[in-house]
């Protein structure tokens, strides 16, 4: 079982969303758990908040490091070879090869900043791997954590039906289609593609492949 565990001042933005479907599930079935720490229920000794101004300047609040670390530490706790998640922008880009290696680890902490951020020695501190999940930047650290448990937990052994499912173990194609064979639509027709009606395997892996090559170019 993988333990996934995301400090955040906004739990609810992303709770939902964890309990449902397949991700909810594997928490049923006891392949993946996930627990929430609020920094604001570990107050600082020093701040009544736990967002403070940037040394330096800037627009917005920076998430201080005491709160944080105390949250993070209640979820470490005394485990060993807790693997601890820190969105950067710096980061290395988060993949499916990252998604492989982190589905064989037992814990994982994910701490998801607000605002402008978390104070960066948080991340020094708990010798943190830096992680960013592309050329952008979002509100909060939340949806990169749910993104992240998402695609981790596919790797999780029984957490997906068939293990055929995983895109990684069978030729894949973005394109997808079901029944009916001829779709309508505003009296126009929109025919399966005729090689997946076939039955002819070798036929479709190529099509597929072909498929997803045209994507990527």
Known sequence: MVHF???????????????????????????????????????????????????????????????????????????????????????????????????????????????????????EILKARLVTMGPYVLTGGELPAATMIDAISRHVKGVLGKEESLESSRVSSPDVYTRPEVFVWKKKKYPVPEVLLSGHHAKIDAWKKERRNAKHE
Do not use: N
Request: with cysteine; hydrophobic share 40%; aromatic share 10%.
């Open 5 to 123: 565990h995301i400090v955040t001042l906004f739990p609810e933005s992303i709770e939902p969303y964890l309990k449902a479907s397949i991700i909810g599930k594997a928490q049923e079935k006891g392949k993946i758990k996930v627990s929430f720490y609020d920094p604001k229920d570990f107050p600082s000794r020093k701040f009544d908040r736990v967002d403070r101004r940037p040394y330096g300047g800037g627009p917005g609040m920076v998430l201080e490091p005491e709160a944080v670390l105390r949250a993070a530490m209640k979820a470490i706790g005394k485990k060993k070879s807790v693997e601890v998640i820190f969105f950067s922008t710096g980061g290395a880009q988060f993949d499916e090869p990252m998604a492989q290696k982190l589905a064989k680890k037992k814990d994982i902490v994910f701490i998801c900043g607000h605002y402008e951020g978390v104070d960066a020695r948080v991340g």
